[in-house]
């Protein structure tokens, strides 16, 4: 069962040999207009990091806005569209609009993606399937289960 989950994964990254991983920095702001004021603050000299910790309502906030290396399936298609154009050290030029609200993101580098092999992460893998299948299980039960007083 590791095996066939992790060749799963594998094969749901697609074209893993061109896939690239991004380390971003990001700032979610609720609104448009303090993410475009935001902005301007950064362009004026403000260090992104200081103003992701002051203003960001990402959780990230407490890294100095760092949200570590993500693929571009892990996140936003809005912000993984910016993210693959940005050049390194490059940051948004106007507000990512989503749902939660408004992002802004500084690409601090960029590299080429490799596959963990099945050795570095098959302990991974058989946690995460202990806890999906204890979940269905208690699931189960309590379909089962009838509650009497």
């Known amino acids: ?3 066939d989950e992790y060749n799963r994964q594998v094969q749901s990254l697609g074209a893993s040999n061109s896939l690239e991983q991004y380390r971003l920095s990001v700032i ?3 609104t448009e207009a303090e993410a475009t004021a ?3 603050q950064i ?5 992104f990091g200081k103003v992701a910790k002051q ?3 990402d ?5 100095n806005g760092q949200a570590g290396w993500v693929l571009p399936n892990q996140i936003n298609p809005s912000i993984a569209l910016v ?4 050049p390194k050290g490059g940051m948004s ?4 609009q989503t749902p939660n609200g408004g992002y802004i993101i500084n690409l601090e580098e960029k590299r080429p993606f490799k596959v963990p092999s099945f050795d570095e992460t098959k302990n991974q893998v058989r946690a995460n399937l202990v806890a999906q299948k204890q979940a269905e299980f208690i699931n189960a039960l309590r379909e089962k289960a009838k509650i009497t007083q």
């Open 43 to 47: 362009k004026s000299g403000e260090p």
């Open 93 to 96: 030029s106007t507000p990512i």
């Open 59 to 63: 959780p990230s906030k407490e890294q």
């Open 38 to 40: 935001t902005i301007a």
């Open 83 to 86: 993210m693959t154009n940005l």
């Open 55 to 57: 203003k960001s309502i």
């Open 1 to 3: 069962m590791v095996r």
């Open 28 to 30: 979610a702001l609720p």
